[in-house]
């Protein structure tokens, strides 16, 4: 099985550029903590992948009172960001930042929910995305629900929608050089799946779409739940 494609080491540029490299990136993150709060309880235990600079998971905390949350990250930089945003915060107490990827993580016990941002498209379809789908249901009680917001193989309409997102990206401010390789991993350097091909490797790690919750170009974000 093939490692994550790529990781995110400079976590400054990961904030100056994220929003310009990804159309509608703020609403995409606003709706896990939504989410989360209207379906679990307060004392809730959460699980983030890939938490990047942990400003997900410090809104996460306070969308939930009471609830802990474990937000793993593999770069040593962005789990050095997470940290400092954590303490920043006062959630030092409620968010432990591991620096791990979810294959390394030692499960100490079920969590109620993850949410999985940005990460899926990074793992190839050659028995390690599968693994990591398995990974993540392993992770979660029996009906425990996640949020998996990633880019999608969206067939004919690939090329279009592309397009589209690049000029996007151009107009909030995106560099050309940077807008060029934007479009060379969307048309190539990502692993994107078909919404069958995903159904088909989440039925196989004991995961279902329960809802579809934000589209923008080929960005889908989705809720999953473990099946019993």
Same mark, same amino acid.
């Given at each position: 099985?093939?490692?994550? $494609? ?37 004392? %809730? ?12 998971? $410090? ?7 009471? %609830? ?6 593999? %770069? ?126 989440? %039925? ?25």
């Amino acid at each position: 099985m093939t490692a994550v $494609v790529k990781r995110f080491d400079d976590a400054g540029q990961y904030e100056r550029e994220i929003r310009q490299l990804l159309p509608g990136y703020d609403v995409l993150h606003a709706m896990p903590a939504a989410v989360l709060g209207a379906v679990l309880g307060e004392d %809730s235990r959460v699980l983030v992948v890939g938490c990047g600079p942990a400003h997900e998971a $410090v809104t996460l905390a306070r969308a939930l009172p009471g %609830s802990l949350l474990d937000a793993l990250d593999p %770069s040593p930089a962005m789990v050095a960001a997470a940290r400092e945003t954590v303490r920043a915060a006062r959630m030092m107490e409620r968010i432990r930042v591991v620096q791990a990827d979810l294959g390394g993580f030692v499960l100490e016990e079920h969590y109620d929910a993850a949410v999985v941002m940005l990460v899926g498209h990074m793992i190839p379809d050659d028995g390690a995305r599968e693994e990591f789908l398995r990974q993540l249901a392993r992770a979660l009680r029996p009906g425990g629900v996640a949020i998996l917001a990633e880019l999608e193989d969206t067939g004919a309409a690939h090329g279009v929608l592309v397009e589209a997102h690049v000029r996007c990206a151009l107009e909030a401010g995106l560099p050309r050089e940077r807008a060029e390789t934007l479009r060379g991993r969307l048309m190539g350097g990502f692993h994107l799946l078909t919404r069958e091909r995903l159904d088909v490797l989440l %039925s196989r790690a004991g995961l279902k779409v329960k809802a579809e919750l934000f589209r923008a170009f080929g960005m889908v974000g989705r809720v999953l739940e473990r099946e019993v």
